[in-house]
């Protein structure tokens, strides 16, 4: 998918609401369990009800990986379906990889080219030729990860080097990588006093940006500083929707907290893009 694919669906839904398929078989409703797979069941439910509300969606990887080929079973189906019948839709592998440039090569073609997926998230810790392998695919986006919405994200990421942060540089370096335009970012929204300086060092990107919801990420703060002329921005809810009811009617709580979120969005696109 391009840019202009995904600013296109921002500005006809009124919407930059990344929903995070991250499903624990022991949050979802009972009935589901019946199924012959819960997790697709689960997740086909959640995107029927949310897809007019969400320009994107998020499977973290580690919670398919942690119920071995059946979970990878789950994932399969789950992004063809996206893939099929919400084609105009953007997906986001949240697998945090990177690796040396032949390893990362192979995890590239893994999410892109046999899953389908639009974009992986990536770690940058190993340097330029851990990230390129992955910059390489026309039409797909790499999300590297800059300040995430953890409290360890100051460990290392907010430590200064020759008196800069470290995640400043990160941003810096990457944007001179080679085919570096089709790099997002993942920038935590419980960072929100950071997005005004991260906005003068990288204008033009996207920012992937979890932590509104459950984390306590304040959006209004977010868009203020943060978004761009294109919007730029894809913020994420996971457990805020997907687990708004365990009971029958689900997918309906989903999809009224995902309203919530997407009227919000609708009314800070018209105060600030």
């Known amino acids: 998918m391009t840019n202009q694919e995904l600013i296109h669906q921002i500005n006809t839904k009124k919407s930059f609401l990344c929903i995070g398929l991250d499903v624990d078989m022991n949050k979802i409703p009972k009935h589901l369990l019946e199924k012959e797979d819960p997790i697709f069941e689960f997740n086909k439910h959640i995107i029927d009800a949310t897809h007019h509300l969400a320009v994107a969606y998020k499977p973290n990887t580690a919670f398919y990986e942690a119920y071995g080929i059946k979970g990878w079973k789950s994932l399969v189906k789950t992004i063809d379906y996206l893939n099929n019948k919400y084609p105009e839709i953007f997906t986001i592998a949240d697998a945090k990889r990177g690796d040396i440039g032949n390893t990362s090569t192979m995890y590239a073609k893994a999410f892109f080219e046999d899953l389908g997926f639009d974009s992986v998230t990536v770690a940058p810790y190993m340097g330029k030729d851990s990230v390129e392998p992955f910059l390489a695919f026309k039409n797909k986006h790499t999300i590297l990860l ?18 800069e942060a470290l995640y400043k540089n990160v941003l810096k370096t990457s944007s001179s990588w080679k085919n570096s335009e089709n790099l997002m970012y993942v920038v935590g929204a419980t960072k929100a006093e950071y997005f005004k300086e991260i906005r003068t060092l990288i204008p033009n990107n996207f920012l992937l940006v979890p932590g509104v919801g459950a984390q306590g990420g304040n959006l209004q703060e977010v868009c203020k500083y943060g978004m761009n ?24 709580a989903a999809a009224n907290k995902a309203n919530n979120l997407q009227q919000q969005m609708k009314v800070m696109l018209n105060k600030f893009s």
């Open 146 to 163: 800059a300040l995430t919405s953890n409290e360890g994200a100051f460990d290392f990421q907010t430590q200064k080097i020759d008196n």
């Open 229 to 252: 002329k294109n919007v730029g921005l894809l913020i994420n809810s996971s457990r805020g929707i997907i687990y708004a009811s365990n009971q029958l009617d689900f997918a309906k």
